[in-house]
């Protein structure tokens, strides 16, 4: 391999992205009424939307039916082939159907139309070919006007593939954007790996109830240190008539016992610190973690909207959820 080799690649693949994303400017500037239908038809689905393809587009629409599904409208991908052999069957009147199909002209698809009309469910079409079956059949039309694919020989689905993806991740983001769906949504749908992890919440790890340890601040020590040591967290928290007035930790004690002072009889308060760091319940756990990074601290008291103490988070429980 020379250098001049190397120049060459890149740019062929420099080639590549332009005209790639050239393809999502074209796409992008022949937008029209029908992109708004076709949102207004999918806000006001009373069942779902399914996302038929064949092939290279087949891929595409598997990946906007999941990105639909994640993001708060119930879809699914039917593979147009199996659709003629039964899988026909999961489509519902309640339903609105997505094709995608670049030539418009992709007989597995084709072949459901009539159907589809007979049963009167709206839809919406993603295809190059403005004048094609597909989109004479359409109700909305997502027109991916592409005028040359990335491949040399301008016949892979290159540039057409990316721009019906382009096409069908604006179409969801919208949805989305118009239902309102919030990172709490967003993390409903999304309770296991990296997303939910990222869009956890301090309620989600903390200790409630009965976990979580608390004396009166007129306790003697002794009491402090026996809910301390049940509770297995190295801190206790102190109370007033309800609310929290201190804390007192496995580390105060030592220091304690390194004075020669120790009073297991003495009242807790004279021995607590008076300003305990606390977070509230609907603060993002990877917040908890920046406050006890920024504090040097391994535990965080929760409290609700209202100032109450519900709860009490420890460094141990973020790291086991995944924060760190």
């Not at 008076?274 to 990877?286: F, N, V, W």
């Amino acid at each position: 391999m020379t250098m001049n080799e190397h120049k060459k690649w890149l740019e062929n693949a420099r080639e590549v992205l332009d005209i790639e994303q050239a393809s999502i400017a074209a796409v992008s500037a022949a937008l029209d009424d029908d992109f708004c239908r076709a949102v207004q038809s999918i806000l006001q689905l009373d069942g779902r939307l399914v996302v038929v393809g064949m092939g290279k587009s087949g891929i595409i629409a598997q990946k906007i039916a999941a990105t639909f599904a994640s993001t708060g409208t119930p879809a699914f991908f039917v593979h147009a082939a199996e659709a003629q052999h039964g899988d026909l069957g999961m489509i519902t009147r309640q339903d609105a159907v997505l094709a995608f199909s670049h030539s418009g002209e992709t007989a597995e698809v084709i072949g459901l139309l009539p159907v589809m009309k007979r049963m009167g469910i709206p839809l919406i079409a993603v295809t190059g070919k403005a004048d094609s079956t597909l989109a004479e059949f359409a109700d909305m039309l997502l027109h991916v006007d592409v005028s040359r694919e990335a491949c040399p020989m301008n016949l892979a689905p290159t540039a057409s593939t990316t721009a019906a993806l382009a096409l069908g991740d604006a179409l969801a983001v919208v949805v989305l954007q118009q239902r309102g769906f919030s990172p709490d949504d967003f993390a409903q749908f999304h309770p296991a790996g990296s997303l939910g992890k990222k869009l956890m919440r301090v309620e989600d790890v903390m200790h409630k109830g009965a976990a979580l340890p608390m004396v009166s601040d007129s306790s003697p020590l002794k009491d402090a240190i026996v809910v301390m040591s049940s509770h297995r967290l190295g801190v206790t928290g102190i109370e007033r008539d309800g609310e929290l007035v201190g804390c007192l930790t496995d580390g105060d004690l030592r220091r304690i016992l390194e004075t020669g002072n120790l009073d297991l009889a003495g009242p807790v308060s004279g021995l607590m610190h008076c300003q305990p760091r606390t977070i509230t319940a609907s603060h993002l756990a990877s917040e908890a973690v920046c406050m006890m990074e920024d504090n040097k601290i391994t535990t965080l008291f929760v409290r609700d909207d209202g100032g109450k103490v519900v709860g009490i988070v420890h460094l141990h429980d973020l790291l086991q959820a995944g924060e760190l």
